[in-house]
């Protein structure tokens, strides 16, 4: 569904993204992970033409993304971000609907999808529809974030660091939801991610990139039990550092 071949990207004198190969079959959930400043972005901003390759191609469903309109496509890929982007002085409802009015749906088919939506996402329709932004906690404004990027009924999802602005709660419950609406609605789903344990646990691969290159391509088992470089077995390393010391603070003290 979603192909990066050779793909390159330069500011200035510096290479952000160097000769990236990436292939995300339909209905695969991978996350791109690494660390601030490895090029996680730039690659997902390549899909949606928010940024365009210097060297290389982006293929999505069969397409070169540059033979398409940029405005056509964005409005074709959902698209997430860590602080959500909603529209302050538009209702929940008209944040979701902007997409639908866009594409000319029939109003009363627009209302049904916000509905249904809002319902998908774990927020009451009749409660939160006309509700503004600054009415609804974190969670709640990134759960609107979320059916805001699948009211046109998306194929293709991205997401951008979408939890990492959440409190440890929240985030693990729209974690879930995430993973849950992915397999639900038949997604590819594109997610950067600098958290080591949040690519484990969603993805069904997994890109480690690092200053702007691919270092490994895996299932979160491949990862951890057969790094390919010494910094594919540092960022596992830490992972297991995590999960040993929380279940050390789990154990029953003397």
Do not use: C
């Amino acid at each position: 569904m979603i192909e990066f071949r050779g793909v390159s990207k330069r500011y200035r004198e510096s290479w952000v993204v160097r000769r990236v190969d990436l292939g995300v079959a339909a209905g695969e959930l991978i996350a791109v992970l690494g660390e601030s400043g490895s090029g996680k972005t730039t690659l997902l901003k390549m899909v949606n033409r928010l940024i365009d390759p210097d060297e290389g191609s982006v293929v999505v469903d069969g397409t070169d993304v540059r033979e398409r309109d940029a405005v056509e496509l964005r409005r074709s890929i959902g698209y997430v971000i860590q602080h959500v982007g909603l529209f302050p002085h538009r209702s929940v409802a008209d944040n979701i609907a902007t997409v639908p009015r866009l594409l000319g749906w029939p109003a009363g088919d627009v209302r049904a999808r916000v509905d249904e939506l809002l319902a998908l996402v774990g927020l009451d329709p009749e409660v939160h529809r006309d509700r503004y932004p600054d009415e609804l906690s974190g969670g709640q404004r990134q759960r609107v974030g979320v059916a805001r990027a699948l009211a046109a009924r998306p194929r293709v999802l991205l997401l951008d660091e979408p939890f990492g602005a959440l409190d440890p709660i929240t985030r693990v419950a729209l974690q879930d939801e995430v993973r849950r609406l992915h397999r639900e609605l038949a997604l590819t789903t594109l997610l950067v991610t600098h958290d080591i344990l949040e690519a484990l646990s969603l993805a069904d691969r997994i890109a480690v990139v690092y200053r702007g290159e691919l270092r490994q391509l895996g299932t979160p088992d491949e990862l951890l039990t057969a790094p390919a470089d010494d910094y594919v077995t540092r960022l596992m390393g830490m992972a297991r550092h995590q999960v040993e010391r929380f279940g050390a603070l789990a154990e029953p003290r003397p």
